[in-house]
């Protein structure tokens, strides 16, 4: 199985920028794409589609939620942070099943 | 639009079989791919298994034989069953839309279920 590695939590002050990281154990790039997806999770809430493909922004979500990475190492980064993204944030490979999700980091703003 | 939505109970006793139905609306079972995604309270996601447009199914193996995932398509329902639940079987069940190797796209709300002794 794939294993993706999130720290559990980061706090960032209100307007500053957040880097929430994932790394995997295996490569999740394929023919030029990197299977790897981010979601934001609220208390209570389903997960929402932030990112697809590493670093295409999905259907609504604002430009202040941005995608990088390959191969192993994965980037979400929201800048500016804005009090309404308190969440926990989620990567998930599409790569190989058994799909697999990273164990989430909390985003605390401050 | 797209909507998906879990039923199912709301508590099961230890050792029985969970049963939960996914009913969707706006696009059909045929084309797109259903997925179960379970969350215990207060941790992370977990992949449970899939139903793809095709009709095949493939499953965790975290859940070895305990869990089959069927549907029908007239009803655009997918179907998970589980069997021998234990506590640590308590959890929000959620489904979730899928294509080729794309994210999951579309969520239902999700049923919490709790397995009781």
């Known amino acids: ?110 | 639009q797209v909507q998906l939505k879990e039923t199912g109970p709301d508590l099961v006793q230890l050792t029985q079989t969970l049963s939960i139905t996914c009913t969707v609306s706006g696009f059909s079972l045929t084309t797109y791919n259903v997925h179960w995604v379970r969350q215990p309270p207060g941790k992370g996601l977990e992949w449970m298994g899939a139903m793809w447009n095709g009709g095949g199914t493939d499953y965790n193996s975290a859940f070895k034989s305990r869990l089959s995932i069927s549907r029908d398509t007239s009803k655009s329902q997918v179907f998970l069953k589980m069997n021998s639940l234990q506590t640590e079987d308590t959890a929000k069940y959620f489904c979730a839309r899928q294509t080729g190797s794309a994210p999951f796209d579309y969520w239902g709300q999700g049923v919490m279920v709790t397995v009781s002794s």
């Open chain 1, 1 to 110: 199985d794939i294993v993706l590695t999130q720290s559990p939590a980061l706090a960032v002050s209100l307007g500053q920028r957040a880097t929430i990281s994932c790394k995997t154990n295996q490569n999740v790039d394929y023919y030029g794409n990197s299977y790897m997806h981010w979601y934001q999770q609220k208390p209570g809430q389903q997960p929402k589609l932030l990112i697809y493909l590493a670093s295409n922004l999905a259907s609504g979500i604002p430009a202040r939620f941005s995608g990088r990475g390959s191969g192993t190492d994965f980037t979400l980064t929201i800048d500016p942070v804005e009090a309404d993204d308190t969440a926990t944030y989620y990567c998930q490979q599409s790569r190989n099943l058994p799909f697999t999700f990273g164990s989430g980091t909390k985003l605390e703003i401050k």
